[in-house]
T-cell receptor, first 112, second 115 residues
Framework: GENVEQHPSTLSVQEGDSAVIKCTYS??????FPWYKQELGKGPQLIID?????GEKKDQRIAVTLNKTAKHFSLHITETQPEDSAVYFC???????????FGTGTSLTVIP | KAGVTQTPRYLIKTRGQQVTLSCSPI?????VSWYQQTPGQGLQFLFE???????NKGNFPGRFSGRQFSNSRSEMNVSTLELGDSALYLC??????????????FGEGSRLTVL
C-alpha cells in the first residue's frame, strides 16, 4: 500500500512569515497529491492539488511543489495571516478509484 | 449547491452496540468515501462506493460496513462497538468517474463516542 508521512506535526509562525509543510510518499504509482485545510469543527477542504506531470503549482499565497524522483511534495504558504491557522493534511492517490492516503496533519498557528 | 450532509453529528454509544451513520453527497456526485479521523492517526480510509458498488476498501475489520443507494446517499455501519472506535467519521463525495482521483468534498463529520 501507500504510506504518506507529514512533517512537522505542529508549526507556529509570525503573521507575515512563510510556512512550509513537507510530505513524503512511498508508492511511485501515486499520481495525484492534494492538500486539505481543516478548521475546528469542520471537514477538510481542498486548498490546492498537483498531479505528477507537474512540478509546481501556485494559487495566490499558496504553492505546492512535487519531486517525483525523491517522492516528496511540499506546501508553501507565504505572507501568512491569522485565518491560515488550521490543520493541514497532505494526501496521495493512485490513478484508479478514489482511495486517498493522508498524512497525519500539521497544526499551523499564525501568531498576530 | 448544498454540501455534503452527515447525520447524526454527535452520538454516544456503549461497547457492544452498533451504529449507523448517514451521508448525503453533493447532487450529481456518484462517489462516496468514508474516513475515520482520530488524533495522531489522521484520516484513515474505510471504503468508497461508486454507483452502489464498493470500489475500494481500506484495512478495517469486517465490523465496519457500508452501502450506497441508487440516489448516491450512503450509510456506514459499525457493529459490536469497541472503545477504539471513538472517532470522527467523515464522508466525502466526488464526481467519481471510472478512474476516480477527483476532488473530495467532505462533510462536517459524525463524532462517535463509545463508552
Amino acid at each position: 500500500g501507500e504510506n504518506v508521512e507529514q512533517h512537522p506535526s505542529t508549526l507556529s509562525v509570525q503573521e507575515g512569515d512563510s510556512a512550509v509543510i513537507k510530505c513524503t510518499y512511498s508508492d511511485s504509482a501515486s499520481n495525484y497529491f492534494p492538500w486539505y485545510k481543516q478548521e475546528l469543527g469542520k471537514g477538510p477542504q481542498l486548498i490546492i492539488d498537483i498531479r505528477s506531470n507537474v512540478g509546481e503549482k501556485k494559487d495566490q499565497r499558496i504553492a505546492v511543489t512535487l519531486n517525483k524522483t525523491a517522492k516528496h511534495f511540499s506546501l508553501h504558504i507565504t505572507e501568512t495571516q491569522p485565518e491560515d491557522s488550521a490543520v493541514y493534511f497532505c494526501a496521495a492517490s493512485k490513478p484508479t478509484g478514489n482511495q486517498f492516503y493522508f498524512g497525519t496533519g500539521t497544526s499551523l498557528t499564525v501568531i498576530p | 449547491k448544498a454540501g455534503v450532509t452527515q447525520t447524526p453529528r454527535y452520538l454516544i454509544k456503549t461497547r457492544g452496540q452498533q451504529v449507523t451513520l448517514s451521508c448525503s453527497p453533493i447532487s450529481g456526485h456518484r462517489s462516496v468515501s468514508w474516513y475515520q479521523q482520530t488524533p495522531g492517526q489522521g484520516l484513515q480510509f474505510l471504503f468508497e462506493y461508486f454507483s452502489e458498488t464498493q470500489r475500494n476498501k481500506g484495512n478495517f475489520p469486517g465490523r465496519f460496513s457500508g452501502r450506497q443507494f441508487s440516489n448516491s446517499r450512503s450509510e456506514m455501519n459499525v457493529s459490536t462497538l469497541e472503545l477504539g472506535d471513538s472517532a470522527l467519521y467523515l464522508c466525502a463525495s466526488s464526481l467519481g468517474g471510472v478512474r476516480g482521483t477527483g476532488e473530495l468534498f467532505f462533510g462536517e463529520g459524525s463524532r462517535l463516542t463509545v463508552l
